[in-house]
């Protein structure tokens, strides 16, 4: 990817990451670092995050994905790289 292009970062989190606040810990942290997207719990119990931004500051959510919140226990990571997909407009929590 070129410097400033936008990236996407997609991500499933394994472990026990349902029930411990996971999403909403997410999205604060990628508000933070200005990025948009979303984030679901999946079936299966893992948790779904489609983020999209500058390429450093979805490598800054991916090291804080994991380890995840402190109630988090992340036992394995995702993950898929790629240019910008579809835009979003903010960073949301999917039921």
Do not use: C
């Amino acid at each position: 990817m070129e410097i400033g292009e936008t990236a996407q970062l997609e991500a499933v989190v394994y472990g026990q990451v349902q029930g411990v606040y996971f999403r909403l810990h997410t999205r604060h942290k990628a508000l933070g670092l200005g990025l948009v997207g979303y984030v679901e719990n999946r079936p299966d119990g893992s948790v779904h995050v489609l983020a999209q931004g500058e390429e450093d500051d979805l490598r800054s959510l991916l090291a804080w994905l994991q380890h995840g919140p402190d109630l988090a226990r992340v036992t394995a990571v995702d993950v898929t790289w790629s240019r910008t997909g579809r835009g979003y407009a903010r960073f949301e929590v999917h039921e």
